[in-house]
């Protein structure tokens, strides 16, 4: 009965790997058109960007010179 079993489910196995291996064959897809050239836009103005210090100020070598720094 055991024999009977395993053998079946090894053969429940070798039929399900056979048939995921006939999968069909994929479709070409068409080229997607060709997109219209988009006009250029205007650059923007250049950003100003601030940096506001504690009580202490800058050389404080701590928080503040850190953040001047950017790192």
């Known amino acids: ?10 053969m429940v196995l070798v039929l399900s790997l056979a048939l995921a291996g006939c999968k069909p064959a994929p479709t070409p897809t068409p080229a997607p058109p060709t997109p219209t050239p988009v006009p ?4 923007p103005k250049p950003i100003k960007i601030a940096v506001v210090s504690d009580i202490g100020g800058r050389g404080d070598l701590s928080f503040n010179d850190m953040a ?3 790192g």
Request: charged share 20%.
């Open 68 to 70: 001047f720094k950017g």
């Open 40 to 43: 250029p836009t205007p650059t």
């Open 1 to 10: 009965m055991r024999k009977w079993i395993l053998a079946s489910l090894a």
